[in-house]
């Protein structure tokens, strides 16, 4: 009762019960073995119709048919689009005779006698039709079949035209027998690799591996889908055929993106480079080649062959990288170079297979597939336990150093008490706070030989603000930038008023490169919020920063304060609302960009007394 609204998955289940009931019945026996078609003779062009509408050569016997061996890619194409392929079938006793054939390249039609007996895709008027897919085709035969001649009428613009694998008449029972036996093992692994694709996806949402995880996650679900769209038993699935290509398309062109990331994640260099540039590549091709299919500006049988082209060249280019490096490869990262290269051989093959260089066979594909995908979740797992043990380590230490940092602060706290540190307007530290913690931290970074940043920043054109709105607006603006930089900063380090519109954040246990991602995710955040003063917009205000960094910049963490203002200074004149890191080059570009007989004044701010922070 609960499929009466369902048709088509009702029907799906009806068939997939009566393929499993027929697989194992043991009452239908084939009283004749499986009989390939060998002896085929071709005829390109296509056939007049007769007045009856039938194609006149069903009736002819002339010369232009010729022997082949193969009814794929029979000699002397020449552009031809239309073919002609005859064969007798053969004698024999079956209960239930079909047709079995792998695949038709790229639409045709099938001939006993002069009946039209099956047809894959439509012909138009002239002749011609479009791109429906690759399914596997079973055709009914009457009973009557033995001995007569059998015709097929093809049209394709693929590079390929003809019968594509096996040809052969069966029972329909050793068939179905076929088909999912040779699915078994595909759909099997790819069972296996899409639950590590699950598990890698978790790890890339929670873990610390994210990228790592992510690329084995994208391989895995990309090749994981690849087999199940292979596999013959998706049709009896679904029988839409151009749905599976289309997903066998998506998948088989992002499997040299996911192995550019992985590859990527490990290589170094200019190897690390170039295969950066083949994933970007591929993922161009994906969204292009995909994206022109979905418009029906192109054929998805044509996007197959271009994007094998380039896979030729970019597959094996990805290899020799992986390989040059071999020798400087840590054990795990060989492991990996290892798989691929075994993956990569039997995705080389497949694809040789697929256009004729080699002769039709199948090829374990789904071995490579799995053994790439277990060998990168165990170097990854491995990687990851690894990691967690450093970290708890790493954890432990901090803890120590969190608690010995606690009594210190404690103490200086206690120092600190009964003098005034605050800043009246902002709220913040002023600078005798500033310049109190500023000598702790520089001894303790020194102590420690800990890394120790410091950042100094300044409110953009602060004078055309109290000039055209008034020092009450100018006052209301460090105010709200004061707060913001409160939030931004909070737990991470001291942030003071230095004086006028100038801040200044001091970070300990804080790298050069952590310290200008502060200052560039604060400078992002100020410049996109306008302020208002009393419903009257200030527009936008923005920052300039200089960071520098011990021992990054300097053995004297004192000289943290000038290295900063320096870097301001060219943040100042670089153009504003930019974030600078103090280089040597700007200690000699300062004097050079001012003008002759003008001072800097990098002396005045420094040496600015404490009360002018008010």
């Not at 398309?249 to 990527?264: C, F, Q, R, T």
């Not at 054990?331 to 993956?343: A, D, G, N, P, Y």
């Not at 290295?563 to 670089?574: G, M, T, V």
Request: aromatic share 10%.
């Amino acid at each position: 009762m609960w499929l009466r609204g369902y048709p088509q998955c009702r029907d799906t289940l009806l068939m997939m019960a009566l393929t499993i009931l027929m697989v194992i019945s043991c009452t239908l026996q084939a009283s004749t073995s499986p009989q390939p078609l060998n002896q085929w003779e071709y005829r390109w062009g296509d056939s007049p119709p007769n007045v009856d509408g039938t194609p006149a050569w069903l009736y002819s016997d002339a010369l232009e048919w010729q022997s082949t061996a193969s009814p794929s890619n029979p000699p002397g194409r020449a552009g031809h689009q239309h073919l002609w392929l005859r064969t007798v079938l053969p004698e024999g006793n079956w209960s239930d005779p079909v047709l079995y054939i792998t695949s038709i390249d790229l639409i045709g039609q099938i001939y006993l006698d002069d009946e039209l007996i099956y047809r894959h895709g439509e012909f138009d008027d002239q002749g011609r039709g479009n791109f429906v897919g690759w399914p596997w085709h079973m055709v009914d035969l009457p009973e009557s079949f033995s001995g007569k001649p059998m015709y097929l009428r093809i049209f394709s613009y693929y590079t390929d035209i003809g019968l594509w694998g096996e040809v052969k008449v069966m029972e329909r029972i050793d068939v179905l027998k076929q088909i999912i036996r040779d699915s078994a093992q595909d759909l099997a692994i790819s069972a296996i690799v899409l639950l590590l694709a699950i598990l890698a996806t978790i790890f890339t949402l929670f873990g610390p591996e994210r990228r790592g995880f992510g690329s084995i996650a994208l391989f895995a679900y990309a090749s994981g889908l690849m087999l199940i769209a292979e596999a013959p038993a998706r049709q009896l699935i679904a029988s839409d055929a151009l749905m599976w290509d289309t997903l066998r398309a998506g998948s088989y062109y992002m499997l040299p993106v996911a192995l550019g990331l992985l590859l990527s994640h490990w290589l170094e260099g200019s190897a690390k480079r170039w295969l950066s540039q083949i994933w970007r590549l591929h993922l161009a091709y994906v969204i292009v080649a995909i994206g022109l299919v979905q418009i029906g500006t192109v054929s998805l049988s044509m996007t197959f062959p271009i994007f094998d082209a380039l896979l030729a060249v970019t597959l094996p280019t990805m290899l020799m990288l992986a390989l040059l490096r071999f020798p400087k490869l840590s054990l795990e990262q060989r492991l990996l170079v290892v798989s691929f290269t075994f993956f990569a051989s039997l995705l080389m093959t497949d694809m040789l297979v697929a256009h004729g260089f080699i002769s039709w066979r199948p090829i374990p594909l789904s071995y490579g597939t799995l053994a790439f995908s277990i060998a990168n979740a165990a170097i990854f797992l491995w990687h990851y336990r690894r990691t967690q043990q450093t970290l708890a380590m790493t954890n432990e230490t901090l803890e120590l150093q969190v608690a010995s940092r606690t009594a210190e602060l404690d103490r200086l706290v206690d120092e600190l008490k009964g003098l005034s540190f605050e800043d009246p307007l902002t709220g913040l530290h002023n600078r005798r706070h500033f310049n109190t913690v500023f000598d702790h931290e520089c001894h303790r970074a020194q102590q420690d030989n800990s890394h120790l940043s410091l950042l100094m920043l300044d409110v953009d054109h602060f004078k055309l603000i109290n000039d055209q709105f008034g020092h009450d607006a100018g006052d209301s603006v460090l105010v709200e930038i004061a707060a913001r930089l409160r939030q931004h900063f909070q737990g991470v380090g001291v942030v003071c008023r230095f004086g006028g519109e100038e801040f200044v954040a001091l970070l300990p246990a804080t790298t050069v490169d952590q310290a200008a991602e502060y200052a560039n995710a604060l400078l992002n955040t100020v410049s996109q919020q306008p302020l208002i003063y009393h419903e009257e917009p200030l527009g936008l205000i923005t920052l300039s920063c200089g960071v520098a960094a011990f021992p990054s910049h300097t053995e004297e963490p004192q000289k943290l304060l000038r290295l900063a203002d320096e870097a301001l200074y060219q943040a100042k004149h670089s153009g504003r609302n930019r974030c600078v890191v103090w280089a040597e080059s700007h200690h000699t570009q300062q004097f050079t960009l001012a003008p002759a007989g003008v001072s800097i004044g990098l002396t005045t701010r420094l040496n600015r007394l404490p009360g002018s922070d008010q």
